[in-house]
């Protein structure tokens, strides 16, 4: 029976060997954000990050050391859980459906006014750069006018989060403290941020987006040759068959289409509205949300849907008739938020991610940038797609004008800048961190309690209060 121990030991899943050595072989791991699924999940991609990113270098300063990843499994699992505490109490809407789009817009229009400046005396002769104007219009504390990041400004921000999501005795040890931020750092700044406000990483991903949404339909398979003899009562009692097949299915599809959406009108209808207490850290509330005013925003200025007849006039009535159903849309427009937002949504892109960043159960190796011809390549390909949809095909000069090439030319010039795109991931990222944790808006921090959030540093405050 002792010769058994090891192979038992190796079959033990990695999360419990490598974050709960303590654990029974049979016992499960503990409760993380209420979802068994999604636990697993969690608990594996903490255990690969830590093989890949803690252990190389920690078995050369403490090769026996078995107690280190264990504490900072206890770290992050407290940081995760606080954190799923917070999402479920954010306001989502406001943020994805208003906060988002405004930014997103004004990204839009400062990067054209910048592109607009770049022959005239606001260019200092020709001597400024694009993004040099672009970041007099988006000044930003934490990016340099070249799309240089400022470190300390993202450990600042990391450090305040461990402090309000951790208990002030898992907080105050520096070790663990300093290993868990600088690791999260090193993802943020020299993996994500660089590699996302890329313009060919974002033209590809809407590419991908396009192309996994709007699949060629099967080429129809040729018929076999008949002989006229073929054509029998047998022949027509088949087609006669298959066409009320055809029509039932339709009928069909159409009465559950019915169904679901009276039962969305209903449920939407009795939504009332959540009664919370009032908080120093919580905006005040706002009666007229509109929530579907900022993303038609956000159309208009992406495809200047104002600077066609056509195009202006079925925004001018995709205006109105907002403004008549407001009140139903503020309640619709979340309830399908939260529905999106569903758990199996955020296990599948859980699973999206680990899969992705650890394909064989370590990182796997970065992939090369493509060449500049691969890159006008993949714009070329963006810009000449078309849906594959008959009747979208006819709408679409209709919001694209007579030339969609040089409307979808334009819509992607704004994002064909890295050191611009780099201010829009930042503006993104306060916008979510301020939803997340309200108290980085607030002079002086937030108060002392049991999740460790106190008085931040003076030097925090200035910089939240300044984003």
């Known amino acids: 029976m002792p010769s058994l121990a090891p192979s038992t030991t190796r079959t033990r899943p990695l999360p419990h060997r490598l974050l709960f050595p303590a654990l029974p072989p049979d016992a499960g791991l503990p409760p993380l954000v209420g979802s068994s699924d999604l636990d697993a999940e969690l608990y594996d991609f903490i255990a690969l990050a830590l093989r890949a990113f803690v252990i190389p270098w920690w078995s050369k300063i403490s090769r026996y050391d078995k107690q280190f990843l264990p504490e900072i499994t206890r770290i992050l699992t407290a940081v995760v859980r606080e954190l799923d505490a917070r999402v479920r109490a954010a306001p989502l809407a406001p943020l994805l459906l208003c906060h988002v789009p405004a930014i997103l817009t004004q ?5 054209r006014n910048a592109q607009h400046k770049l022959a005239t005396s606001y260019a200092s002769g020709g001597a400024a750069s694009l993004p040099q104007l672009f970041h007099q219009l988006q000044p930003h504390m934490a990016v340099s006018a070249d799309g240089r990041l400022d470190t300390e400004y993202f ?7 461990l402090k309000v999501c951790l208990p002030k005795e898992n907080y105050e040890p520096d070790a663990e403290r300093f290993i868990v931020r600088e690791v999260i750092l090193k993802v943020l700044l020299n993996d994500v941020v660089p590699k996302v406000t890329q313009p060919w990483f974002i033209q590809k991903s809407i590419l991908d987006l396009l192309q996994l949404n709007d699949q060629p339909p099967e080429p129809p398979r040729s018929p076999s040759p008949r002989s006229p003899s073929s054509f029998s009562f047998h022949t027509v009692l088949v087609l006669f068959l298959s066409a009320i097949q055809a029509v039932s299915g339709a009928c069909l599809a159409l ?22 207490q009032a908080s120093l850290l919580s905006p005040p509330p706002q009666p007229n949300s509109n929530y579907a005013h900022p993303p038609l925003m956000l159309l ?8 066609r007849v056509a195009s202006t006039t079925v925004l001018t009535t995709t205006r109105l008739v907002i403004d ?3 009140s139903f849309l503020d309640r619709l427009l979340p309830h399908l938020l939260t529905q999106f937002l569903s758990p199996a949504f955020i296990l599948s892109t859980t699973r999206t991610a680990k899969r992705t960043l650890f394909p064989n159960g370590y990182p796997g190796p970065t992939p090369p940038e493509p060449s500049l011809e691969e890159q006008a390549e993949v714009r070329a390909r963006l810009v000449a797609w078309r849906p594959s949809s008959a009747l979208a095909d006819r709408l679409l000069p209709i919001f694209l004008g007579p030339s969609p090439t040089q409307t979808l030319e334009a819509a992607l010039d704004p994002l064909s800048s890295a050191p611009c795109n780099v201010h829009l991931v930042l503006f993104l990222l306060d916008s979510v961190l301020l939803a997340l944790f ?15 959030g106190e008085e931040m540093r003076n030097g925090d405050s200035e910089a939240d209060s300044d984003v």
């Open 255 to 276: 009465i559950h289409a019915y169904k679901q959406t009276v039962s969305t009108i209903k449920r939407v209808n009795d939504i009332q509205p959540k009664s919370s």
């Open 155 to 161: 450990r600042q921000l990391v450090d305040h989060i």
């Open 324 to 326: 008549f159903s407001s």
């Open 107 to 111: 990204h839009y229009r400062d990067y």
């Open 438 to 452: 309200p108290e980085l808006a607030v002079a002086g921090g937030g108060s002392d309690g049991d999740g460790g």
């Open 300 to 307: 208009s200025e992406v495809f200047t849907l104002e600077e």
